[in-house]
């Protein structure tokens, strides 16, 4: 339909980068396009830490699990929601904030994704590529400590930026019709166009890898839903404040 | 830097529309730009209700606290973080989904924002403006009921799209040093520079009001935050299933 919409729809994460450096007038340009998104109610809720230092980039290559990228892209960015700047505003007000509560959780973490989606797409359009890191939240703890991240910040997702070196096949996504509802919300049809689905995505590994994976959609979702993703999730929030104990 | 640069970085809400319509297929195109978004362990998580149904836009007016262009918009999206569909799947492979709790709330809800953003980027592509409504939260059960979500599913925002009748100023942004760091979290500047920026705020409502009204980003935030705001959601959310009981 006209270039943006191409270029949204041909994303995919890229994990492989080649040496090229992004200036630092670059950063700070994709970094005002997500301060540019829309914030609820003006929170201005997201912060980014650019991690420059080596050996903090090598902690948090163990810490997200050992994804390497976060090592060698050019940058790596950690999204966080960010609530103590508004404590700090408070104070110069003499006033007390009122926190953890599930709204206040709700309208940080949305702030910091959509910052972060103008961002993606900004480098992008640069030529840019990258991947949202949630594997920064399995040892989230650490990174904290490691970011010096205050009571009422946490790390939503990181992201690594750089030029790409591979370009993977996009996805594919679930039809429209299981993602788009007119008035009401009707799911009698999911489960036969999911099953459908589920043979486009089982062709999508078997190319992707030569044969060597195969598994539908639902297949990979059932599997991994089974048991409960980071479960120290929820004592973390509580210990950082965004969840009231 | 470039056109989409430019296009992001201009970004204002807009909540005047003319009464051209968008076309079916152009949604259709809008939201597969969402779905083209990064997905958290390939979860897909993000459903949209387009509400076309006069009765139920009118009746959401009042639900989002008194926004009339949520009834006169061309469009009118209501994005719902949805792991029924997972519990679907689950069931189609006969095992049981673990649900509940804070990790799985945080990918659902930060996939639906990442979508919405793209959706929003696309439509300013075509010449489309919108807002999104987090008053949707306001009377959140009302809603649910309106528009049949299961458990499991919750509308986490609105948006009105349409082509704009206005063209608002952009509303100013705290600096860059505030929102990016390096390396480690660190505030020591920030009331200082907070304090310089609450000056451009105070002008920019000054001009855009006509001097009726007149403050900065520190008072509004203090004021807003000495209150909980929508204190039904937790309540909310444990009744629909993405947070224990």
């Known amino acids: 339909m006209n270039e943006v919409i191409n270029l949204l729809q041909a994303r995919s994460s890229v994990r492989k980068f080649t040496d090229q450096?992004?200036?630092q007038d670059i950063l700070e340009e994709l970094i005002k396009c997500g301060q540019a998104a829309a914030t609820s109610s003006f929170i201005q809720a997201?912060?980014?830490?650019?991690?420059?230092?080596?050996?903090?980039?090598?902690?948090l290559v163990d810490l997200t699990g050992g994804q390497p990228y976060v090592a060698s892209a050019a940058r790596f960015l950690v999204f966080c929601a960010d609530m103590n700047r508004h404590k700090l505003v408070c104070e110069m007000h003499n006033s007390k904030m009122e926190s953890g509560y599930?709204?206040?959780f709700i309208t940080a973490t949305v702030d910091v994704a959509l910052f972060a989606q103008n961002v993606m797409t900004a480098a992008q359009s640069l030529g840019l590529a990258g991947v949202y890191i949630g594997g920064i939240r399995n040892n989230i703890a650490e990174v904290s400590e490691l970011l010096e991240l205050p009571t009422l910040v946490y790390p939503v997702f990181g992201m690594c930026l750089g030029y790409p070196a591979q370009d993977p096949e996009t996805k594919p996504r679930l039809p429209l019709s299981v993602v788009l509802k007119t008035d009401r919300y009707q799911d009698d049809n999911d489960s036969k166009t999911i099953s459908e689905y589920d043979k486009q995505v089982r062709e999508y590994y078997r190319s992707r890898t030569?044969?060597?994976k195969e598994t539908s959609w639902s297949e990979q979702i059932s599997d991994m839903l089974v048991k409960e993703a980071r479960p120290h999730m929820k004592t973390y929030l509580k210990d950082r404040g965004?969840?009231?104990k």
Chains 1, 2 share one sequence.
């Not at 830490?49 to 903090?56: G, P, T």
Request: hydrophobic residues 35%.
């Open 210 to 212: 030569g044969g060597t």
């Open 242 to 244: 965004f969840i009231l």
């Open 21 to 23: 450096e992004i200036a």
């Open 46 to 59: 997201c912060t980014v830490i650019q991690v420059e230092d080596k050996n903090k980039r090598n902690q």
């Open 102 to 104: 599930a709204e206040q």
